[in-house]
């Protein structure tokens, strides 16, 4: 898995991994993402020095560089699904290695979609998760991603695209994460690791339609995980610096204020942009 990661800053991986190491990292994912969510929610590390410097060199030269992710919106997973459905890859459905690492199993329908089958693998990781975990991952169509996309969205989710991979070099896999089970998202938010690289998209507030947040309950603030959104003037205003162009300050807002403007001369390291157009 780590070797389908590397693509990040400079060093692109073309080649194809080996599929014996497709079936080893998948039937360990969930050990390292037990390991990594001790590493971020353990207060001890941070109160001493020493733990602090070796989880933070830890985490920002060697995990980091490796596993890396970046922010897409539903419209770019449904682009996505249906040209590698159309191609023919291999996309798999299964358990979210992050609860699989804390043996959090339980399965059950939220709205007809079970809340732990979050986690998508492409291509041959995909295989390999089916080969290693047959009762834990299944087949699955781009019109159903396509709307399981748009429904975890709609619940909270931030869909982040991961590494990349030996199709066309583009994602290893994808998943719809929430604070509460996501490992490397709670690590950002409560570590301030840049785990996530920005999505193509900002959020911008249109102070007309926008009633202020003491009015709404500060429904985008309380929902952006990024922290990007502020006050000013009584109006909600987002830092496009800070922001990630998750859209959960578009799903949360009452009055349809938000809206998502393309950043300039930006192209996301592992999602190449003609996939997503
Ligand atoms: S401002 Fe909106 S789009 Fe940007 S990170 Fe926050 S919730 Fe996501
Ligand atoms: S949720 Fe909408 S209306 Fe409320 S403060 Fe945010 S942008 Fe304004």
Redesign the pocket.
């Given at each position: 898995m780590f070797f389908a990661h590397v693509d990040s800053r400079g060093f692109r991986l073309h080649s194809r991994i080996p599929f014996p190491l497709d079936i080893i990292g998948s039937r360990y994912e969930h050990v390292l993402m037990k390991l990594l969510g001790m590493m971020t929610d353990a207060e001890w590390i941070y109160r001493h020095r020493l733990s602090y410097w070796a989880v933070d060199k830890l985490a920002n030269q060697v995990v980091i560089p490796l596993i890396h992710g970046e922010v897409m919106t539903p419209r770019e997973i449904e682009h996505m699904v249906y040209r590698l459905e159309g191609e023919g890859h291999t996309m798999a459905l299964g358990i979210c290695e992050c609860r699989h690492g804390e043996n959090n199993m339980e399965q059950g329908l939220v709205d007809g979609c079970d809340p732990n089958y979050t986690c998508v693998m492409i291509g041959d990781w995909g295989k390999g998760h089916l080969y290693t975990y047959p009762q834990h991952y299944r087949h699955t169509t781009a019109g159903e991603l396509a709307e399981r996309a748009r429904f975890w969205h709609d619940r909270g989710c931030v869909l982040t695209g991961w590494g990349c991979n030996t199709i066309h070099g583009f994602l290893a896999s994808y998943c719809h994460c929430r604070p509460d089970h996501c490992v490397p998202l709670r690590n950002q938010i409560k570590r301030g690791n840049k785990v996530f690289y920005h999505g193509y998209n900002y959020a911008v507030?249109e102070p007309g339609?926008?009633?202020?947040?003491a009015?709404?309950s500060f429904?985008?603030?309380s929902h952006c995980y990024f922290g990007a959104i502020e006050e000013r003037e009584g109006?909600?205003f987002v830092d496009p610096s800070r922001c990630y162009g998750c859209g959960q300050?578009f799903v949360?807002?009452?009055?349809g204020?938000?809206r998502a403007v393309r950043r300039e001369d930006y192209e996301m390291p592992y999602c190449a942009p003609d996939l997503l157009r």
């Open positions: 507030v339609p926008c009633v202020g947040p009015e709404c429904n985008c603030l109006k909600a300050c949360h807002c009452p009055t204020a938000s």
